[in-house]
Structure formats: structure tokens, C-alpha cells
């Protein structure tokens, strides 16, 4: 039965790579499967309502992007009028709250998809023969999980994802560890091995030409019983270091990402790992540096790849869980000290805990506050993200020590955003009052002055302010005062193309080795905004 109209829906989140589930169900429904007719949108894209829809497929990512993905499934319920039977959502979010979108009073039968495709078609989608449901009979083809992803799907949407010119798969699921903070033993269980690498590479080329960069999603490769075997094949592909892909006049760099990083703990116990990755055009090379428990495997791994001169790394670091503001600083410092004395290039991305199963962004860990974590973020958000090894650069952001890092954190947060002004420019006078009258508090002083913003939004502080007694509490709490839209232009206009300036020169980071989220566009935070700024003007 050809000739079925497919539609393929992405929430219009902001994201990294391309909806690789969607691709495949693509390929699978698409001219070389089941010869449908397949439109792919981002978001809610009104230019589809005027067609009759035979099957709508909504994928999910971040589980704290519940409200988009919401959207998108009430949208595809009206690209269907409300037929809840063809509607199946999928992926991380879906998984990971598979009984929250089971009980939306909205969406009582619409097909919510647990895990990975990796049956027949007909099992993994919960197809009814029964009922004669649309390829119900598909019970021993090809899982959708093992189809080539069509790429042809990417050109159908104005949105460009940063990493797109690559080969994208797998060569292990899964993982040995039940990490406590991570989603993967629920989305894909124990770690096995998955097909040859060559074949998925051999079959994208055959359909859309060579693609410059390898990456590899597995969760823990390091950990596979053919981890050599693996590094051999990639080789073989020609992934080497200095590897080049000759398209148009001038040849390109070609690069293999572990998107997902790598374990500290393994890689410690024997420089044959790093040997071995050393062997292949690794950019970077990611490891895991979750807690300060990691500290004394982390660095031997770090020192090993060192010795196998692989110089350009990352590493992912987990906040907000069991952790500490000055745990965090620990660690982002210790990167700082490994750059120095091996000569390194180590960027390091925090990455802000969030419960698999919470709708949104709104988790504050036991040794953390809200007011520190948006400090935090407005931090990252002025350095996309990255923690920079350079000793001035982490200096500047971050301070040299935790109680410098720790005033920075409890400084008024248009201060911390408009970083620029107040040290050096303009608001120089405006900064130097507030440290002084900052510094006379005492301790008891400090910590209601934290209590204060940690359990209140920006937009009650003045009415906090009223009720204290305290005279010096009062005026210390004026500084947190949100300024007038007409300062925040004028401080833009000065500031904007120095930013600019230091971001391209300090950071040196290509848009493709940034990660997927780093809770930088939290909606449900009260932070700054640049481009209202830019539009006002």
C-alpha cells in the first residue's frame, strides 16, 4: 500500500544534531521502504494542515522541553483531526515520562513509544493487525532502528543544525554503568554491540555522498569487549589523524566525536586506550568528569592522552546533583592547572543536572540555590557554554579562588551580564560601591542576603527590600534592582562589539564541538536578554 502521506514532526527546540529516529523512519517509509510520501517540519508548520495525513510521527529529546514538545503533539492531533490512533511520539522525553504522556487526558490514544525501534516495525510501533492498521502485517522486516537515515529529509526545513555533515551511528548501546543521574539504563539498558560501523558509513555514502565527520553517539565505548576492533574499523574508513575529505578545491579536515564522552575510569587503567584513540582524527576527545571522586582517574587519563599526544580535549561536568558550587570550582580549576603543566588545550562544558523525569528546568540541588545557578548561567551564556583552560580567561570568569567564585555567584546578576561595564568601562564606580558595602556585611548578614535571592524571583526583590529591618540589608539589596530598560541599552551599545571581540578571541571553540544543551536558554529563568536590547535600538 504506497502512496501514504507521512508526516514527521521535531519540536521547535534549539538543537545540535539532527532527529536521527526521524531519518530513519524516513528511509523506512520513503521511496527505498514502503514508497510514502514523507514531509518533515520543525515545529508547528501551518503549510501541512491542508493535506490528509495517514501517520504522524513526533520525536522528543530533553524532557525539560515539555512544553514545546506539548505543542508539537497537540499540533500533529490537528494535522490528523484528533484521529489519536495515527499519532506515535517517540524518543528521550517520551521514554523517560513514558507514563506522564500516557495519562495527558488530551492524548488517550496517541502511540507513546518506549525505547528504541530495534524490533520488527509492526512490534516496535504497537501496530493491530486486527484492526488493519497502516503496515500492521510488518511483523519480520527490518527494525527502523537498523535503517540507513535519510538525509534527504534535512532540506525540507529552513532550520540548519550545527552538526550536519556527518555520519551518524553507533557502535555500542547501552552502558555498564546505572549511574543515578543518567537516563541511558532506562532508554537502552546494558551495553552490547550494535552492526558494523562500515556498513551504516557504506550505506549513507551510497545515498548521499561522502560526509566529513564521524560521530559516534555511544554512551560508553570504552567499555566494549571489541573496543579495538572498533578503533580498527574506523581506521579503515579512513579516519585517521589528519584525515581529509577533497570536496570542491580545497581538501577539509575530517574528525571522529564520542559525542557522548568517555570514561575516566576505564581509561585509567591502561594507556593502551588512549593509544588506541590517539590513532584515529579524534576532535576532541571528551571525558566524563561528573564528580570531584573522579579527580585522581580523570587526571591519569588526561595525562595519558597527553603522552599520546592528543592535545585538543573536553569533558562534560555534571552540577546540581550531589555536588557543591565549590565542588564544580574544583574541578573546572584542576583543568586550568592540567593546561599549564602538560601544554594542553582543555575546554571544559558544565552541564547543569536535571531529573530524567522533570517536565522542566526548575531542580536545585541540596547544596545549590536558585540564585547560583542563574549566576551560573549567565556565566555560561556569555561564553556559550565553555569553560575556557586559559588561566586569564577562567581568572576573569570565574575567579582565582572558590571564595571568589562565590562572590562573583552572589553578585547582582545584570552585573554578571554586563561583566564588561562594571569592571572596566563605565559602571567601574557602580561595581567598587557595591564591593565595599558588600564587604562590610557579616556572616549572619550574608546568609539572609542569600536567602533572599535564593527563594525569591528578581521581580520581588524590591518588595523583600521593603520588609527588612536591617538598613544595611536594604541597601546592599538596591544593587539587585533590575536597571532601567534605558541603562540596559546604553550599556549594550558600549559593550556589544567588545564582547563580541573577546568571544571569537578567547574561546576558539567551532560550533560543532559545543554541546547539545547546557541549559543556557532557560525560559523559566529571569535572566537578561540580548536581543530585545538589539531590537530596541
Known sequence: MPNKNILLIEPSYKNKYP??????????HGPRGKSDHVRFVKGEDCSVLDRAWDRVYVTTLFSFEYKRISKSIDFALEAVSGSADRVFVGGIAAS?????????????????????????????????DFAGELYADDRFGKPIEDYVPDYGILSQVPYRYPVNDAYFTYASRGCIRKCSFCGVPKLEGDQRDTESISGVV???????????????????????????????????????????????????????????????????????????????????????????????PYTQAIRYAS?????????????????????????????VALNEQLGLRIFSFPMRYQPT???????????????????????????????????????????DTYEEFERILLRPHHFIFNREWYDNLGGRARLDDYEREFSALSSSQHNALLEILGTRSPHEYRAASRGLKDSQLRRIMRYYF????????????????????????????ADDELVEDACLDDESSTLPSRRPMVEAV
Open 482 to 509: 533590575h536597571p532601567a530598560r534605558e541603562q540596559e541599552i546604553k550599556i549594550w551599545r558600549r559593550v556589544s562589539q567588545l564582547r563580541a571581540k573577546q568571544e571569537r578571541e578567547e574561546l576558539g571553540v
Open 307 to 335: 603522552d599520546n599526544g592528543l592535545r585538543d580535549l573536553s569533558n562534560y561536568m555534571l552540577y546540581n546533583f550531589h555536588d557543591s558550587p565549590s565542588d564544580l570550582f574544583e574541578r573546572m580549576r584542576m583543568n
Open 202 to 296: 557504506k550505506g549513507i555514502e551510497e545515498l548521499y555522498g561522502p560526509k566529513k565527520d564521524l560521530i559516534l553517539m555511544d554512551n560508553n565505548v570504552v567499555a566494549s569487549p571489541r573496543f579495538k576492533e572498533i578503533i580498527a574499523e574506523i581506521r579503515d574508513l579512513g579516519f585517521t589523524p589528519g584525515a581529509k575529505l577533497s570536496r570542491g578545491r580545497v581538501p577539509i579536515l575530517r574528525r571522529v566525536d564520542f559525542n557522548q564522552g568517555v570514561d575516566a575510569r576505564i581509561l585509567c587503567k591502561d594507556p593502551v586506550y588512549l593509544r588506541e584513540l590517539s590513532t584515529i582524527c579524534i576532535q576532541p576527545l571528551r571525558i566524563a568528569f561528573d564528580h570531584l571522586g573522579l579527580a585522581k
Open 96 to 128: 523517560l515520562m513514558h507514563q506522564r504522556f500516557l495519562h495527558e487526558p488530551g492524548w488517550r490514544g496517541v502511540r507513546f513509544i518506549r525505547g528504541l525501534l530495534d524490533k520488527s516495525p509492526a512490534e516496535s510501533l504497537q501496530l493491530d
Open 19 to 28: 532527529p536521527l529516529g526521524l531519518m530513519k523512519i524516513a528511509q523506512y
Open 357 to 399: 523525569d522533570l517536565p522542566d528546568r526548575s531542580h536545585v540541588g541540596e547544596k545549590w540555590n536558585r540564585y547560583y545557578l542563574r549566576s551560573m548561567q549567565i556565566i555560561l551564556q556569555a561564553t556559550h557554554g565553555i569553560v575556557s583552560g586559559s588561566p586569564v580567561f577562567f581568572k576573569r570568569a570565574f575567579g
